[in-house]
């Protein structure tokens, strides 16, 4: 392809998203394409000569868009909102079109400078304290499989150097709540604790690990011979954005004594809500973690993907993440970030820039309105649900989340027949292509799950997910 139809192709597809964009709405919000249909449409063979792309580029309606769900509609309220920006696709496509690899700071030393600067501002955004230092990485689950990394290799005075945990007589215990997400126990497992040595704390009546139970736990493990290693606090977990206590939790760190045992923060969705300073209280004690992370490519608008991983001691992180051979040095070492060294693949894209358009685009105020916008639509709906004697609202709505399910009189108490019930209202739903919600379990109840947040959602389409609901509840 030359510069010239690079340029031609270039704008129709920047006419093509633009377009896309203004007709979503219109759209079922999820996909309804059978397995294998999108498949069906494509050769078997590769193309054997080229020049097949205009073509194909036209027929983007018809070869793509009906395997897509659309996770920027308006009546998306399923999993988590996780909003592309305008901004952040205009990010993109320049990363794209630099072309850069970010290992070294020489390898594009712009890459690794705006990093700095944006993960700065974030850092600021969400009111940590400067000793605070950040780097971008993929997803939440690869910064807390770095976290659970680096909490081992301190338990371990580098094991990684010597036998690995192969060597070590006594095993190390990694804490996390019953309700933590699926990757901080694949991150333990992967990082080769052993599922033997993971304790999944019980939660409290709003789902919150509880702490008591933790300190429990841990000095059973000491009694036991164990060495307790790191603990997990969920900010906003993933079913219902419970809030962890992190300062009874740092408590409890602090009675094994300084640096013993390593606490991660995972506030994927929730981290964003700091940007509000009416938020903060609800991870009060996150300055004694080690290590926190937050997804600005869930509720914040850099589009996925983009993690913010953020660490007290760099230079811990260097040290167990760090390979040093000779083709990778440089006569800068010493005197830059080479973020290479702060994450596990060694090649890294240039992420920062969608951050960085992002943020000058709509700015920490108009960011700041648009999350209490979606606050306030979270609390409008939990009023609705409260105020109606047929539902039955299962966690308290600290954020944007509200978790609920359906009990008409005729299934009070009967669970198999709720769960079927729920089960089918979220089929409905979720058939009509009208909106898009997660049924989920809590606690063996069966549940509704609504997630607000999308940047498109406003209060009519919150007001017709209400609507919907009823009339898929009693129909
Ligand atoms: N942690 C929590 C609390 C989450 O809700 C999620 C995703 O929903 C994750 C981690 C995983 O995020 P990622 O897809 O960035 O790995």
Redesign the pocket.
Known sequence: MDAATFRKLGHEMVEWVAAYREGMERLPVRSSVRPGEIRARFAVEPPRAGGGLPSALARLDELVLPGITHWNHPSFFA??PSNTSYASILGDLVAAGLGAQGMSWQTSPAATEIEEVVMDWLRQMVGLAPEWKGVVH???????LCALLCARERASSFSQNRAGLQGIAAPLTVYLSSQ?????EKAALLAGFGRENLRFIDTDEVHALRADLLEQAIAADLVAGCRPCAIVA?I???GTTAIDPLESIAATVDLAGPDTIWLHV?????GTAMVLPECRPLWTGVERADSL?F?P??WMGAGF?L?AYYVRDPEHLIRVMSTNPTYLRTAEDGAVTNYRDWQIPLGRRFRALKLWFFLLDVGVEGLQARLRRDLANAQWLKEQFDAAPDWERLAPVPLQTVCVRHVPQNLAGDEPALTAHNREIARRINDSGAAYLTPSELKGRQMLRLSIGAETTERRHVEALWFALQAAAGG
């Open positions: 999993y988590f993929d997803t939440a689950s690869t910064a807390t933590a997400h699926s990757s901080v969920t906003g977990t993933t995972d506030a994927a969705l929730a992370v997804n490519h869930k993907d993690s």
